[in-house]
């Protein structure tokens, strides 16, 4: 295992993995590592021959008010939990290099992006796809393995390799949960003993909702309202959104039918916490 910083180091490297006529499975992360990222390292190592992990905290992909400065970073905890995993390659580079003097080009995926996620934190998705698309040029992976709690973030990663011809397969994991349905994230370690009760709610809202689809209810301001309901009866949770979406579009949805996400973001405290529930409804 090598942890690599510089650009034309992990460039050499990819161009003599290619030249040996092997497989790159790559995955992306800010660090911080838990059982989500180690299983899309598990898929990674299943499908690739070689496998690369980054840990970026990427600076464009936080607003102004956001917590860039405080995201949790364990570069040798990420190093050992990773080197346990059996990856091979890890890239680290400086936000320097990365981004070098001057940088002005940016990628952004339109419509998909206005919604959810998007709608609360301008810029983030333009963070998130420059930085990736410009790993995939550095790294040229033939898979790239990404979670699907952040469930915008697959359809809008999706839509640019497909409309930027990126030559490589998106693979999404199912999203990893704790004992009591908590979606697994970095921003948990910021959760206090209270916070960390109060935020298995917001998987709890998304279970109600489930069920009163799968119970025959099709009217999604009727299944959101139902969440909020439960969510605003918690003290100390705060609703950002809960919206019931087209799974492919992103779209609110108002009848309920075909492949649905109900997606929420809640703050706890100051923390924001997002998951999402997918379903195919007849
Ligand atoms: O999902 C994440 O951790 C980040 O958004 C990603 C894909 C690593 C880009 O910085």
Known sequence: MEVIQKISRLKSLSKKIKSLNKTIAFVPTMGALHEGHLNLVDIARKIGDVVIVSIFVNPIQFGPNEDFEKYPR??????????????????????NEFYGENFQTYV???EITKYLCGASRPGHFRGVTTVVSKLFSILKPDFAIFGQKDGQQVVVIKKMVKDLLFPLKIIVSPIIRENDGLAMSSRNS?????????AVNLY????????LILNGERNSSKVSEAIKNFLNEKNGIKIDYIEIVDKKTLKPIENIKDEIMIAGAIYVGKTRLIDNISLYVS
């Open 74 to 95: 364990n570069l040798s905890k990420d190093v050992e939990l990773l080197t346990k995993r059996g990856v091979d390659y890890i890239f680290t580079p400086e936000v």
């Open 108 to 110: 952004e995926v339109k």
């Open 190 to 198: 910021y959760l206090s003993k209270e916070e960390r009760e109060l």
């Open 204 to 211: 709890k809202g998304l279970e109600l909702g489930s069920s």
